[in-house]
């Protein structure tokens, strides 16, 4: 299996532009697998797979590390969606859907959680 890796560290203000650039990666078959603090790996399948990029529900440095209750609650409660969890970081969970969906549609709720 073919694998790329991308090196880049991302705030939690570029949660919109994660979600875009890992959604091009797919069209093109790289699908994402990993995704540390400071890359991504992709591996490279055909699929047709949407990425959608979630902020955790708690965000401290010491729980970056390990999955907290609050995060968790919300991995299950996507799950409940149908979206299929892929990986976290600490400060995203990225899921799967075969549907297009856009989770964040109010551009000044998302920024009041993380101001």
């Not at 299950?76 to 964040?104: A, K, P």
């Amino acid at each position: 299996m073919k694998r790329k890796y991308r090196l880049m560290r991302v705030m939690i203000y570029e949660r919109k532009a994660l979600e875009n650039y890992i959604n091009s990666m797919a069209k093109d078959n790289w699908h994402v697998d990993k995704l540390g603090l400071n890359y991504i790996r992709f591996e490279n399948r055909e699929d047709s797979i949407h990425y959608v990029v979630v902020l955790n529900g708690d965000i401290e440095e010491k729980d970056m590390m390990y999955e907290t209750n609050a995060q968790k609650k919300l991995r299950s409660f996507m799950e409940d969606f149908d979206l299929n969890f892929v990986c976290s970081n600490g400060m995203f969970q990225i899921y799967s859907s075969r549907q297009d969906l856009d989770i964040y549609t109010d551009e000044q709720t998302e920024l009041s959680t993380i101001c």
